[in-house]
C-alpha cells in the first residue's frame, strides 16, 4: 500500500520495488530520473536508448 491508503484492494497508485537499483548504488537524483523515464514509457514515448544510458552508469554490485 502507499502512504495514506486505507484499503490494499483499492490503492491510490502503484508501487514498485527499486531495491535492486539501490544495490548498483542509484539514489534519490537517478530514483527521480528513473520515475521520469518511466512515465515516459507509460505514456507511451521510446525510451530505451535513456534507459541504456543511465544502467550503464551502474554496473557494480554494492553490499551493504
Same mark, same amino acid.
Given at each position: /500500500?502507499?502512504? $495514506? %491508503?486505507? %484499503?490494499?484492494?483499492?490503492? !491510490?497508485?502503484?508501487?514498485? $520495488?527499486?531495491?535492486?537499483?539501490?544495490?548498483?548504488? /542509484?539514489?534519490? %537524483?537517478? /530514483?527521480?530520473?528513473?520515475?521520469?523515464? /518511466?512515465? !515516459?514509457?507509460?505514456?507511451?514515448?521510446?525510451?530505451?536508448?535513456?534507459?541504456?544510458?543511465?544502467? !550503464?552508469?551502474?554496473?557494480?554490485?554494492?553490499?551493504?
Amino acid at each position: /500500500m502507499l502512504p $495514506g %491508503d486505507k %484499503d490494499a484492494k483499492n490503492p !491510490s497508485g502503484l508501487r514498485i $520495488g527499486v531495491q535492486e537499483m539501490t544495490r548498483y548504488g /542509484m539514489k534519490e %537524483d537517478e /530514483m527521480g530520473e528513473l520515475a521520469t523515464l /518511466m512515465k !515516459s514509457a507509460l505514456l507511451g514515448k521510446f525510451v530505451k536508448k535513456e534507459i541504456i544510458e543511465l544502467r !550503464s552508469r551502474y554496473t557494480k554490485v554494492h553490499y551493504t
